[in-house]
Each structure stands twice: as C-alpha cells, then as structure tokens.
C-alpha cells in the first residue's frame, strides 16, 4: 500500500497568515493527489485534484504543487472558515489511502 | 444539483451486519462511480471499496474484501455498502463519495453525509 505522511500533524496559525501543509507519499503518485477539508462532524470537501487543480467554489487562496512523492497544500491570508482538518489522498494505486491528516487551528 | 442522501445510524451487536444506503440524484446515476470510505472516532479516513453504477463492477479493499459487498440498485439510483461479522472495530462514520473524472484528475467530488454505525453489546 502507499503511505501517505502530512507534516505537520497539528499547525496553530492566526487569521491572515500564510500555511503550508506537506503530504510524502511512500513511492511516485505522478499527479494522483487530492487534498480535502473537513470540518468537525461534516463530510470531507474536496479542495484540490490532480495536485494542482482548484475544485469549482473553492476561493483561490488554497494552491497544491507537486508530482511525484512531495507535494504541498498553501492556503494564503487564513480565514475563520479554514480553521478544520485537511487530508491528503493518493489515486494512482489501489487501495486508495488518505494521510493522517493535518489540523489547523487558530492562534 | 448533485445530492447523495444516506441512510441512518444504525447500532449493531457484534457479528452482526449492517447495510448502508446512498441515494444518488442530481446527475447521470450509471455514468459514475460511488466509493465507499469510513472514518473511525478521531481517525483519518479509510478507503474500503467502490462500485461503477453502470456496469455494476466492484473492486474492495484487501482488508475489507471478506466481508464488504457493494451493490446498486439502478432503477432506485440507491447504492448499498453492506459489511458483516462486524466487530467493536468497525464502530465508524461511513461516506459513499463519487468518483469523478479522468487519469490523473480523478477525485471524489461529493460525499455523502455519512452514517454512524456503532458496533456494541
């Protein structure tokens, strides 16, 4: 199975600044990564696919680079409504599997 | 607009199963695929299998694969996650999400509510 690994696990930022969440995967995923928020007792919401691709509605301060094994979630300016839990996740093998998660919270 | 509409809590004793629905509507029900994840207490979230509504092709997760049966019923645009001999475990929330697009730009675009499934004496 691939793993996946978010660095950091738990980020404490406050409103306006600038976060970067990364996700390692085991081995090469070329672009088969999609990053979701969750919020406490919701359904994940995806935010970007194929790595770098903007799901519609999402605002354009969430970006994701990278290919390969490294790639990186940055959302600029945080608003109160980032405040949740964001996850990574590989489609290129099977089982699809998620990171543990990264949780943000506010300063 | 797209909807997936899953079916309530269940609490369940151990060796039990349970059965899970996911109504679709809002899009082409047989042009999609519906994946099935849970998410246990405080955990990340754990892929288990997923279904083509169309051609009704499966495809489980190792883990799950003995005791996990999707299905889908068409005419109702409802599919099914159905996982036996439940164990304390398998206490979770289960999501069914849709698969949506190609090569590397597939993704799950909508997920359902998810349902609560407590496994317990």
């Not at chain 1, 970067?20 to 085991?26: D, I």
């Not at chain 1, 699809?96 to 949780?103: A, L, N, V, W």
């Not at chain 2, 489980?60 to 996982?83: E, G, H, N, P, W």
Request: aromatic share 12%.
């Amino acid at each position: 199975d691939i793993h996946l690994t978010q660095s950091p696990s738990f980020l404490s930022a406050s409103i306006g600044d600038r976060v970067t969440v990364t996700c390692r995967a085991s081995q090469g995923i070329g672009r088969y990564l999609t990053w979701y928020q969750q919020k406490p007792g919701k359904a994940p919401k995806l935010l970007i696919f194929g790595a770098s691709n903007l799901h519609s509605g999402v605002p354009s301060r969430f970006t994701g680079s990278g290919s390969g094994t490294e790639f990186t979630l940055t959302i600029n300016s945080l608003q109160p409504e980032d405040f949740a839990t964001y996850y990574c996740q590989q489609l290129n093998t099977y089982p699809i599997t998620f990171g543990q998660g990264t949780r943000l919270e506010i300063k | 607009q797209v909807q997936l509409v899953q079916s309530g809590a269940e609490v369940k004793k151990p060796g039990a199963s349970v059965s899970v629905s996911c109504k679709a509507s809002g899009y082409s029900f047989i042009n999609y695929g519906i994946h099935w994840v849970r998410q246990a207490p405080g955990q990340s979230l754990e892929w288990m299998g997923w279904i083509h509504a169309g051609s009704g092709d499966t495809k489980y997760s190792q883990k799950f694969q003995d005791r996990v049966t999707i299905t889908r019923d068409t005419s109702a645009t409802t599919l099914y996650m159905q996982l036996s001999s439940l164990r304390y475990d398998d206490t979770a929330v289960y999501y069914c999400a849709r698969w949506y697009g190609s090569g590397n730009l597939m993704t799950f675009d909508y997920w359902g509510p998810g349902t609560q499934v407590t496994v317990s004496s």
